[in-house]
C-alpha cells in the first residue's frame, strides 16, 4: 500500500489533471447467507456529486460536526451521540446544493455469493450516468473518487470494471476513476452517509429508518447495467 503522503499527492494530481464536479463513491451491501435463506439481501452504491467551489467548506463543516477526523457511519450509528451526528451530517448535507445518486439491487441474486456482480453492475450505471450532463444538476463528471478496497485484487476488479465501460465507449476516455481511503479524503464521508442512511430504510424499523429523508429530495436513483 502506497503511504498516506502519496496517495495525497495522486489525489491532489488527479483534482489539478481533471475539471468540473467531482463525484464520491461508496457502497453499502448485504450479501446472500446460505445459513440464513431468508435475510433480505441488497447492494447498493452511493455518489454525491460535488463542485469544486464547496469542497472546503465541506471537508471543515464534516470535521466539525463528527468532532474528529475519523468516521464511519455504521460505527456512529450504534450509539445515541453517533446518531445525533449522523443526523446533523445529513442536514449539513441537506443544507447544500450536492446531487446524491444511487444505484442499487434489491435483492442479490443468490448465485452472487460475493456480490461483486451486484457491485459490477451498480458501478455501470453509476459511472454512465455521473459523465453524462445532466442539466441543471451537473455537467459531465470527469473524476470519480472510490473508497478504495482493501486487497489488490478487489482494487484491480474495480478498476477493470472502469476500464470496461471505456472500452464499450459508456463513458468517455477522459473519465477516470481514481481509489483512495476516507483518511485520505474526507469527502468520502459523504456517500458514506448516504448509502448508511439509505441501507436503513431496508434494515430497520425504528427511528433511524428516517435518516434518508433529510436527503430524499436530493437523491436521484438510477437502473446497474449489466
Known amino acids: ?18 475539471r468540473g464536479p467531482v463525484a ?9 447467507d446460505p445459513n440464513n435463506p431468508g435475510a433480505k439481501t441488497f447492494y447498493l452504491f452511493s455518489a454525491v456529486v460535488v463542485e469544486r467551489d464547496a469542497m472546503a467548506e465541506l471537508r471543515v463543516g464534516l470535521r466539525r460536526i463528527a468532532g474528529s477526523t475519523w468516521w464511519h ?3 456512529a450509528l450504534q450509539h445515541a451521540e453517533g446518531q445525533r451526528r449522523t ?5 449539513f448535507l ?3 446544493f450536492e446531487a446524491c445518486v444511487i444505484a442499487h439491487r434489491i435483492p442479490v441474486s443468490v448465485h452472487d ?13 453509476l459511472a454512465t450516468d455521473l459523465t453524462t450532463e445532466i442539466p441543471g444538476e451537473w455537467a459531465p463528471v470527469e473524476l470519480i473518487v472510490l473508497e478504495e478496497r482493501n486487497t489488490m485484487n478487489l482494487r484491480g476488479k474495480d478498476k477493470k470494471n472502469h476500464n470496461e465501460l471505456v472500452a464499450e465507449k459508456l463513458i468517455p476516455r477522459n473519465a477516470r476513476l481514481l481509489q ?8 468520502l464521508w459523504l456517500p458514506d452517509l ?20 433529510l436527503i430524499s429530495q436530493q437523491v436521484r436513483f438510477v437502473q446497474p447495467i449489466e
Open 24 to 32: 464520491y463513491l461508496d457502497e453499502s451491501y448485504q450479501v446472500p
Open 1 to 18: 500500500m502506497r503511504s498516506d503522503q502519496a496517495k495525497g499527492d495522486i489525489l491532489a494530481e488527479a483534482y489539478r489533471r481533471s
Open 87 to 91: 443526523r446533523d451530517m445529513l442536514s
Open 94 to 96: 441537506a443544507d447544500g
Open 180 to 187: 483512495t481511503s476516507p483518511g485520505i479524503e474526507r469527502l
Open 73 to 75: 457511519t455504521t460505527a
Open 194 to 213: 448516504v448509502s448508511a442512511a439509505y441501507r436503513r430504510t431496508i434494515t430497520h424499523r425504528d427511528h433511524t429508518r428516517t435518516l434518508f429523508d
Open 113 to 125: 455469493h460475493t456480490a461483486e456482480e451486484a457491485r459490477r453492475a451498480c458501478y455501470r450505471g
